[in-house]
């Protein structure tokens, strides 16, 4: 179907549809049962078997299987099954870590997918962009991703970047005329926008004539490259040490064999016994673990409202330094209210608090009125995209807070959408942060045409040359201007947001443009508007602060209103920390990089100027979170360290190029997710210390006993199962343990700060040595008393590893000593714990399984002996006090 060639009302009826009220929800639903979720094929999921036999690709998995078949093929039964079924177990495991860890991370990609604006029976209504069908009628506005192939029927100066589809990547102006010529190539079909496009600018409504595969990406989705997800940092230098540590791995297992064989021992013994060492001992598992933890942790943030798009971007809010964030919406609460209007040099106070409608004017305590307070309202209601109304007797207020805040200043001064009615809204040039203003065209009854303009008034003010009063306009004398200009500093000093509300009548007949209407304007007035710092801000910036993490407010509002806030909320107390967008335009980027660690308020910036600012800090080797939501924040975010987009009011774009989402748009979800993030690579770096450390011991038990020529402590067996019963529940329980008190008092983490500093390399040296020890000194003392009892040497060997392996696990989780946290806190832990002692029980004390394990039931005063003997390890460090 040649959907441009048709008007605007054949398309409708050819969809069955009505641009005033969109689809009912019985024939949306029909529709979507008939044409499927409006997305494209992806390529297919991992299957379940697949990721199962994934966990046995591992080299020395292979090799052991190898092994175990020639044993078993050697007539060692038992031994072959109970390998093949520990290593089945294992798999199992792993199977499950990793099943988790795809599933959190396609939920993810479900959370950050877009939503779209439908009408449905009416309604406007935000969907998920999965559920819309053919004949739905959808808003589009800047910064949005488009979710369908569309046939336009509005534009308001809609232009639309369809790089994805043509390869242009400037922007394209459209329209909403039929095209009557055949064959139009997609990118000169003017009055249609496509899925996976971009709004770059205006706004516009559509029809939906094409949804999922139907669309035109949907024909090339195949060509579409699937982009695997990236490996983190982290990720990636877990491999490569992951490789270092297989070699060391080998050889020393190389050594265990080769002496073990020079001294006499059976080479088939003595090769199964290496295997399974290797096996053991091989960390094969930590980059599997790592992502889990990610993962893991990933959730939690997730149920604080905080989305992480990328995991990497787990590992860099650790070393973040400065915090970049919007003051509007994020540090205060986007409720505003005026409080103020000036007309006329008469400063009208307004009574009435939040989206309250009720309320009263009043001149010096004196309540009063005028007809500029009601014409000025009545303007910038004209001038808004907002709504305040009454549905099912509550008021509903639906917008821009900023416009629904002088919407309801106009409710209070008698001035409702009905007074609206009177007007015809002609033309409209979008509000933008970069030019802080907004402009409309309006014509009255009488065909009358004028033009409203409201803004940033540094903005208007120059543009004024009339002012209005009680008798008509006038010119805006110097005086008028100074007076204005002390209003409106005295507002902003009370942290009031500024508004000023211009026009100019159009003479009948005259052309004009977009850049004339808003010349040489006529002022009408001045609004202050409230918008209080959210309440819990101050603490989380507190917070911050003693982490180590400067916090920086970028506003598009006055210098003085923006300093007013910070003072609020103890950002600063200088009143010098600022500088506004046209100081930066002044300055080089060396100059700003000088003065940049001693400014805390950036005022009146554009989207443009945050990309300097994160430069700046970047050369001063900051590690830089940046917030965003518009379209023009996009290459900022991409810039920083960090992008913070906001998840209520973030355009699709913000989004995209953004690490973090704040589901609430609150600056304490940035603190939470540091603290997280912080949390997170500590968890990662428990685990390494417990993993490491544990091979670590089994493998030097295994070798001093060789060198001092005594029979092998464990048998093959026994080796794997300690690696089931210690590696693999007790890790995971460490990736999502609670940080320590002090995990934001640290400073932020260096980011080339390797994983094993902070003596993490140490502990795990000399924690592995003396688990090694005691395990072997319990073998010696025992296999001494009794040579002909080697069974049950070697059980005491086996029940001291792996206890000692269990008790050493506490001490993990605290980076000073193991009597420094509660040890019952994380009941994951404690469970996986208990689960593994119950493995270690059966293991000794059920006979058929004693016999596959070459185990003896030990009595309960050996376990006393054992268990002194497995905490000297960790006991013992936990009176030497480690520093951080
Ligand atoms: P942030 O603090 O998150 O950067 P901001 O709201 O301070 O956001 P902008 O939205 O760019 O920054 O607003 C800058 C200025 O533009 C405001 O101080 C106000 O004077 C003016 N302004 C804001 N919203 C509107 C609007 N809807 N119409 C007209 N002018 C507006």
Redesign the pocket.
């Known amino acids: 179907m040649k959907w441009y060639q048709l008007d605007q009302q054949e398309v409708m009826d050819k969809l069955a549809t009505d641009s005033n009220s969109g689809l009912s929800k019985t024939i949306a639903d029909k529709r979507l049962k008939k044409n499927g979720l409006n997305k494209l094929n992806e390529g297919k999921n991992t299957s379940l078997l697949f990721l199962f036999l994934k966990q046995f690709q591992d080299f020395m998995v292979l090799v052991l299987l190898a092994a175990t078949l020639l044993s078993g093929l050697l007539g060692e039964y038992v031994d072959a099954i109970a390998i093949i079924v520990i290593v089945i177990i294992n798999s199992i495991l792993g199977f499950f870590q990793e099943q988790r860890a795809e599933k959190s991370l396609s939920k993810l990609k479900e959370l950050s997918a877009p939503v779209a604006h439908v009408l449905r029976d009416g309604e406007w209504v935000s969907l998920p962009s999965t559920h819309i069908v053919a004949g739905d009628l959808i808003k589009l506005t800047s910064g949005d991703r488009i979710v369908a192939d569309i046939r336009l029927i509005k534009s308001a100066s809609l232009e639309i970047e369809e790089s994805a589809l043509t390869g242009e990547s400037l922007p394209v102006t459209k329209h909403v005329n039929a095209i009557p010529t055949n064959n139009v190539e997609y990118a000169d079909q003017m009055n249609m926008a496509f899925m996976g496009t971009l709004v770059t600018k205006g706004s516009g409504v559509g029809v939906v004539v094409g949804t999922g595969m139907d669309t035109v990406m949907g024909q090339i989705a195949d060509l579409l490259v699937q982009t695997k997800p990236q490996p983190t940092p982290l990720e990636r230098r877990l491999a490569d040490l992951g490789g270092v540590l297989i070699i060391i791995a080998l050889f020393l297992t190389a050594m265990v064999v080769g002496v073990g064989v020079w001294q006499g021992h059976p080479l088939y013994e003595m090769f199964l016994s290496g295997i399974s060492l290797a096996v053991a001992a091989i960390p094969e598992g930590l980059p599997a673990i790592v992502t889990v933890a990610l993962s893991l942790g990933v959730q939690r943030m997730i149920k604080k409202k905080a989305i992480v798009r990328k995991l990497a971007a787990v590992e860099t809010l650790g070393n973040t330094t400065v915090i970049c964030?919007?003051?509007?919406?994020?540090?205060?609460e986007?409720k505003m209210t005026v409080k103020q209007l000036y007309v006329n040099h008469q400063l009208f106070d307004i009574s009435g608090d939040g989206y309250d409608v009720h309320g009263d004017f009043y001149v010096k305590n004196q309540k009063a009125n005028s007809r500029l307070v009601e014409e000025s309202l009545l303007y910038a209601m004209l001038?808004?995209?907002?709504s305040v109304r009454k549905h099912n007797k509550k008021w509903v207020m639906d917008g821009?807070p900023?416009?629904v805040a002088l919407l309801v200043a106009a409710h209070k001064a008698n001035i409702t959408e009905a007074s609206k009615k009177q007007f015809r809204i002609i033309e409209e040039i979008a509000?933008?942060?970069?030019r802080?203003?907004?402009t409309v065209i309006v014509e009255d009854q009488s065909h009358q045409r004028f033009a409203i303009i409201?803004?940033?008034?540094?903005?208007l003010l120059p543009r004024s040359t009339y002012i209005l009063d009680e008798a008509g306009r006038r010119p805006f004398s110097m005086k008028d201007n100074n007076k204005v200009e002390t209003q409106l500093l005295k507002m902003a000093s009370q942290a009031l947001?500024?508004?000023?509300i211009c026009i100019k009548p159009l003479s009948p007949g005259h052309s004009y443009d977009a850049i004339s209407v808003e010349n040489n304007v006529t002022f009408v007035g001045l609004a202050g508007l409230i918008d209080p710092p959210r309440k819990e801000v101050k603490k989380a910036i507190k917070a911050c602060k003693d982490a180590g993490i400067k916090t920086v407010?970028?506003?598009?509002?006055?210098a003085k209103?923006?300093i007013a806030i910070a003072k609020q909320l103890d950002l600063t107390r200088n009143d010098e920390a600022v500088l506004t967008g046209s100081q930066l335009n002044q300055m080089s980027d060396q100059q700003l990089a000088d003065q940049i660690n001693d400014i805390a308020v950036f005022a009146?910036?554009?989207?443009t100027h945050k990309l300097k600012i994160v430069q700046a800090l970047q050369q001063k080797g900051h590690i830089v979170a940046m917030?965003g939501?518009?379209v023009n924040d996009a290459p900022a975010l991409k810039a920083s360290d960090i992008g913070i987009s906001m998840g209520l009011t973030g355009t699709d774009v913000a989004k995209e190029s953004s690490e973090l989402i704040l589901m609430d748009d609150n600056f304490t979800t940035i603190e939470t997710a540091i603290k997280e993030g912080r949390n997170i690579y500590e968890n990662i770096r428990k685990f390494i210390r417990y993993l490491l450390a544990s091979n670590v011991g089994e493998i030097l038990v295994m070798l001093f006993a060789i060198l001092m020529a005594y029979p092998l402590p464990l048998i093959p067996v026994q080796i794997l199962w300690v690696n089931l019963v210690t590696d693999g529940l007790p890790a995971m329980a460490l990736g999502v343990d609670q940080p320590e008190e002090d995990v934001m008092r640290m400073p932020p983490r260096p980011v080339k700060e390797g994983i094993f500093s902070r003596g993490l390399g140490v502990k795990i040296i000399t924690r592995g040595f003396l688990i090694g020890l005691v395990t072997l000194l319990a073998f010696i003392i025992a296999y001494q008393n009794d040579p002909d009892q080697l069974t049950y040497a070697r059980t005491i060997a086996f029940v001291t590893l792996i206890m000692a392996q269990l008790i050493h696990v506490f001490d993990c989780r605290s980076a000073r000593s193991v009597f420094a946290r509660n040890p019952l806190k994380n009941v994951y832990l404690v469970g996986a714990v208990l689960s593994s002692i119950l493995l270690l029980i059966i293991v000794i004390y059920y006979p058929p399984l004693q016999q596959i394990f070459e185990t003896v039931a030990i009595p309960p005063t050996d376990w006393i002996y054992v268990l002194c003997m497995s905490s000297i390890p960790t006991v013992l460090f936990g009176f030497v006090p480690s520093k951080k």
């Open positions: 964030s919007d003051k509007t919406g994020t540090l205060t986007n001038c808004s995209h907002a821009d900023t416009e509000f933008d942060s970069d802080k203003r907004m409201k803004g940033a008034p540094d903005v947001r500024t508004i000023a407010m970028i506003t598009g509002d006055h209103t923006a009146r910036v554009t989207p917030t939501d518009g």
